[in-house]
């Protein structure tokens, strides 16, 4: 008779585009999802949880432009239905307010916090399950809703602890842009193709430059490779048009800074020279000496440059116009230049949005993984997108609403030094005697019962050794010793394992040496003392 075949043991691994989380790592994301939320929760949103399942049919256009319902999304058949897991938390929004809009107060607000899944081809830093944090204004077509949103996002970074000047927020228009393809002559259903290819050039600025976008608004670009990429075909007026949008900061900059300039002249206290801002970025205005008011100027001149380029397209002039009022209430709340600014450069994204646009970006450098100098780039970015539930209810409902990175935002803390790269572990009870577990079980209860994280060693108590390497590896500040000799005299040691560590390694001095990390306290104090030393140990 046959042997059955051995079945192969599963292998112990992570599943391709996943990853998982540790003790740390998922204390530092909550700390800093709190003090989002409390931000949240100040100016008036709600939390809302909604169900990581959606059906296929709910998630709709918010699906990655594909053939099949299961690609892109982790998808499966149910009953004869379609059911995958969250691509965003946008579309789950969209479900829950046509579901229950008429419990719902209009505008409804709301944050959302929890991971999303993507069905996409997984490569470094980029996983097929990440967090996202999000916060929509639905029901409200005033541009209000948008600056408050930029306002918040920049209230948020401040928050978790990104200091002002290491971000700024940008703010375009969708529609200024609609406003420069239709004198480009690109409006109607005929130019559909045109307008995608031109689109999707756009968005890749900041990977081509000025130059490679022109090639694709054109015949084409050929790239490293020999690869050919098809243009858009347009003529050398429609592209000389488009260009003056994509072209417009550094436009802008020329303008700026020969107004300046020119304003040095009566001012010869301000060392800034119209060579200087041409060649600093928006984020070293500080540096070179730009005031409040040039920052404000900044703006000016950039909405005085985008109703040139819109000329007389009526969807252009109001995008401006939706611009200018944002500036105009974000000044009144005390948010300058210096924190939000309007950024024709802001073009993520622009094919989904009907409305204003902003991103988070972070200014400061940090290394990469050769130790290259660069800088962090963007943590957030969203805008108004008004066809949120319609696909739903068949009316339009105006939202607006922003998406943070969790991971990314996460990681930026981190390379800043605001994240504990080790979380404190938990006071350790050692055990001298297993017959005594009852006594150290009491120990433990006193000290959760005033506010202390402990724990009982529960391994093998037979190597003391070996608890006091548990205690190191669980980065334990205090550990807790009570044999007995101790319990004879109502007595127990203390052991500062924190202090202990910095004795070691400053063992040569003798300042260091002179210390002692070690205590005998009656048992009746052991809370006060634990809580003495923890406190010392923050300090």
């Not at 397209?313 to 309007?342: F, H, N, P, W």
């Not at 994240?419 to 120990?443: E, F, L, N, S």
Request: with cysteine.
């Amino acid at each position: 008779m046959a042997k059955d075949k051995k079945q192969p043991r599963p292998k112990a691994i992570t599943p391709k585009g996943f990853r998982d989380y540790f003790g740390s790592e998922v204390a530092a994301r909550n700390a800093m999802l709190e003090k989002i939320a409390a931000v949240y929760h100040r100016y008036g949103f709600d939390a809302l949880e909604t169900s990581a399942v959606e059906t296929v049919e709910a998630l709709g256009k918010f699906l990655p432009d594909v053939d099949r319902p299961n690609e892109g999304v982790f998808a499966w058949e149910e009953d004869s239905d379609w059911l995958a897991l969250r691509y965003d938390l946008t579309a789950p929004l969209a479900r829950v307010f046509a579901q229950h809009r008429n419990d719902l107060p209009t505008p409804y607000r709301r944050y959302a916090m929890g991971p999303v899944w993507r069905n996409e081809k997984p490569g470094p830093g980029r996983f097929r399950q990440f967090y996202q944090c999000d916060a929509d204004t639905v029901g409200s077509g005033n541009v209000a809703a948008d600056a408050e949103i930029c306002a918040m996002l920049a209230d948020t970074l401040e928050a978790v602890g990104i200091e002002r000047g290491d971000y700024v927020v940008r703010v375009n228009n969708r529609k200024v842009l609609n406003g420069v393809l239709e004198v480009a002559g690109l409006s109607g259903d005929d130019k559909e193709t045109e307008r995608g290819i031109v689109l999707r050039a756009i968005d890749k600025l900041d990977r081509l430059g000025v130059e490679g976008v022109r090639a694709l608004l054109g015949e084409g670009r050929k790239d490293e490779s020999g690869d050919v990429t098809k243009g858009a075909g347009l003529s050398d007026a429609s592209i000389q048009r488009i260009m003056q949008f994509v072209s417009a900061n550094e436009i802008i900059r020329q303008q700026l800074a020969t107004e300046v300039a020119d304003n040095l002249k009566s001012d010869p206290t301000r060392a800034l020279t119209a060579q200087m801002i041409r060649k600093s970025r928006d984020t070293e205005l500080d540096e070179w000496g730009f005031t409040e008011n040039d920052r404000k100027g900044l703006n000016r001149v950039t909405l005085e440059y985008l109703q040139t380029v819109v000329e007389e397209s009526e969807i252009g002039l109001q995008g401006v116009q939706e611009l200018e009022t944002i500036a105009k209430l974000l000044y009144a709340q005390g948010y300058g230049a210096d924190r939000i600014v309007i950024d024709p450069s802001v073009v993520r994204g622009l094919g989904y949005y009907t409305g204003p646009v902003y991103e988070a970006e972070l200014t400061f450098e940090i290394k990469d993984e050769k130790g290259r100098p660069r800088q962090f780039g963007s943590v957030a970015g969203g805008g108004r997108y008004d066809d949120l539930v319609k696909r739903f209810t068949g009316q339009e409902v105006p939202a607006t609403g922003v998406s943070i990175g969790v991971d990314r935002l996460l990681a930026a803390l981190t390379a800043k030094g605001r994240v504990d790269a080790a979380q404190a572990g938990p006071v350790v009870v050692t055990v001298m005697d297993k017959d005594r577990m009852a006594d150290y079980q009491a120990m433990v209860a006193e000290l959760r019962n005033a506010g202390i994280r402990a724990e009982v060693y529960l391994g093998n108590p037979k190597n003391f050794g070996n608890q006091m390497k548990y205690a190191d590896k669980r980065n334990s500040p205090i550990a807790v010793i009570e044999g007995g000799d101790e319990k004879e005299r109502g007595v127990v040691q203390l052991k500062d394992l924190i202090l202990g560590a910095q004795i070691a390694e400053n063992a040569t001095l003798e300042e260091w040496q002179e210390r002692t990390n070690q205590y005998e306290i009656l048992r009746d104090d052991l809370v006060e003392k634990v809580r003495e030393i923890l406190e010392s140990q923050a300090k």
